[in-house]
């Protein structure tokens, strides 16, 4: 009898609130895929047919063949890897710098990576473009690619600075003394015991740089046009098409969905190891 009675408070306290939240979460995305498969005859009838009489595919042929959504879908593959690349190039070197070496500029720089996370992006979208348009890099991958690092980047050096003091400096003064320099150190080392922050750090870059909408419409054009950007093309003054619209929106989801499903034990060992050693 206790045993049930705890089971029933279990019930309403955390299992049914649990089950509530999740539907309220995901609720969005099965509305967006049911909607992707719907005939265009039932998108607009009233009242509303939440399923389908009769899935079809339609919506992503369209999409796919009469629109330039597939390349787009290369653009932003290329812009948030090349982001991943160019975040984990600074952000390592610069996070083990801050963890193993002390001088005079380290605790307000780093309070500045932390304060810069509390403004809104929009602030630097201006001077951000100007830059941009001095150096030539306006609609092109690589100016998307630094526009979209330098939100990114301050926050992965904060994740992997807190993975580095994990790590302690007697292995690399262990390492020096038997040969090794400082860069074979951190390569052979120091990196390989870091591997679950690179790769939490990593993705972050990759899905923070895959969704951003606001930067790439600034900086990019029809040459590096991202998903995010085309997307919006597909909402009109006084139309909306909403099966090219959901049929885009499911798969943008799809690979950062797919990625995580991949990486998701890694990636929350990897966020849980950061903030229990910071």
């Known amino acids: 009898m206790i045993e049930r009675r705890s089971y029933k408070r279990r019930l309403i306290e955390v299992e049914i609130p649990i089950l509530l939240i999740v539907l309220f979460a995901i609720a969005p995305y099965v509305w967006m895929i049911l909607t992707s498969i719907k005939p265009q005859a039932e998108l607009a009838v009233f009242p509303v047919q939440y399923l389908p009489k009769s899935a079809t595919l339609d919506h992503y042929r369209d999409l796919i063949a009469r629109t330039s959504f597939a390349g787009s879908l290369i653009n932003s593959l290329i812009i948030a890897t090349g982001a991943v690349v160019l975040g984990l190039g600074v952000a390592v070197p610069a996070a083990y710098a801050f963890s193993r070496f002390r001088f005079k500029a380290r605790t307000g720089l780093m309070t500045g990576f932390l304060v810069i996370n509390m403004f809104p992006i929009v602030l630097l979208i201006i001077p951000l473009f100007l830059m941009m348009r001095n150096l030539g890099l306006i609609d092109t991958y690589l100016g998307v690619v630094i526009g979209h690092s330098t939100f990114a980047?301050?926050?992965?050096?904060?994740?992997?600075?807190?993975?580095?003091?994990?790590?302690?400096?007697?292995?690399?003064?262990?390492?020096?003394?038997?040969?090794?320099?400082?860069?074979?150190?951190?390569?052979?080392?120091?990196?390989?015991?870091?591997?679950?922050?690179?790769?939490?750090?990593?993705?972050?870059?990759?899905?923070?740089?895959?969704?951003?909408?606001?930067?790439a419409m600034m900086l990019s054009g029809q040459a590096v046009r991202?998903?995010?950007?085309?997307?919006?093309?597909?909402?009109?003054?006084?139309?909306?098409?909403?099966?090219?619209?959901?049929?885009?929106?499911?798969?943008?989801?799809?690979?950062v969905t797919l990625l995580f499903l991949v990486v998701q034990k890694r990636l929350v060992g990897g966020l849980t190891a950061g903030a229990v050693k910071s």
Not at 159 to 178: C, G, H, Q, R, V
Not at 232 to 251: D, H, N
């Open 153 to 215: 980047i301050p926050f992965a050096i904060w994740m992997l600075t807190s993975y580095f003091n994990a790590i302690p400096k007697d292995l690399d003064e262990a390492a020096m003394i038997d040969g090794a320099s400082r860069m074979e150190t951190i390569r052979l080392v120091v990196l390989p015991l870091i591997l679950p922050g690179l790769i939490t750090a990593g993705i972050y870059i990759f899905i923070t740089s895959w969704n951003e909408y606001l930067f």
């Open 226 to 255: 991202t998903v995010t950007v085309a997307l919006q093309l597909f909402i009109g003054e006084f139309t909306v098409q909403w099966g090219l619209l959901t049929a885009g929106g499911t798969l943008i989801a799809l690979p």
